[in-house]
């Protein structure tokens, strides 16, 4: 609960119940208060831990090395460092200072590691803006595009209205859509595993809120779209992933120019597929 006139957390808390109690409550609550009590001093603890170090250390840059985001997206070190490029080419349409949009996307998933997150997952983001706030020298804008770049988390949520936050909550969802496009991750009708939907709809209602224009898929050919910029961090120039040498390689291929079907060797003695078109339709950029 929080004090009406503070605005600040009260030493009370609230519990319902579907009994009616005989002492009116009283052991229910006192259950609740040492079950929560415990919770706090939990908090007390871990939260010590991590206000001893910088929100940025090697170990917890190991570590995030360590995490895997997708077997085939590697870790979540690699999308930190293709969110962190891609938020670079974003600074050029939404007026955010580039310096500070590398300085928070290095520091935007650094809190995933801490005890605190660790024990309360709820509180990603809320924990990395906190750590960052009390390490001297960072900017108020860094530390609050560590907890922004997650939202809009559903309708009813905010959007952020930062420069640096909404450049990286843009280039944090965009990587997402594009990455899981790419390798056939797409939502159904009756799944959406990696909130891809949720993603989309974020990355449009920043897009109008803060009346940002960015070339998303529109000539996509030209080489300014945002989607190529996407695709680039796992092209093989950039290195970028573990697709390095898969995915680069298939979309230089594919956006070249139509895609042909292998005609069935006549050696072959695997049965002869449906008939299908000459060419299909890139899976990347729509072009045939």
Known sequence: MRDPKTK?????????????????????????ARVLSARLNDA???WKVDTATPLYTEERKAKLEKIVFHQKLGSVWDKVERVKALAEELCAVTGADPK?????????????????????????????????????????????????????????????????????????KLDSLVG???????????????????????????????????QVGAGAHVGNSAIIHALSAYSVEKGGGPLRGGLGQQRRAVCAGPVRLPRRSPESS???PRQAPRSRRCSLCARR
């Open 100 to 172: 500070l949009v590398r300085e928070a996307a290095s520091l935007c998933k650094m809190d995933l590691v801490t005890e605190t997150v660790g024990e309360f997952p709820e509180l990603q983001g809320q924990v990395g803006r906190q750590l960052s706030a009390l390490t001297k020298g960072n900017h108020e804008s860094v530390a609050a595009a560590i907890e922004d770049h997650y939202r809009p988390l559903g309708p009813n949520d905010r959007v952020p209205t930062d420069k640096v936050a909404l450049t990286l909550a843009l280039a944090d």
């Open 180 to 214: 899981f496009w790419a390798i056939d991750e797409k939502p159904t009708g009756s799944s959406d595993p990696y909130a891809l939907r949720r993603a989309a709809l974020g990355f449009v209602r920043i897009l109008l809120t803060n009346n940002v224009r960015v």
């Open 8 to 32: 600040g957390l009260a030493p009370h808390f609230v519990v319902v119940a579907n009994i009616e109690a005989k002492d009116g409550g009283k052991a229910i609550a006192a259950g609740n």
């Open 44 to 46: 007390q603890f871990f």
């Open 270 to 272: 695997a049965p002869r």
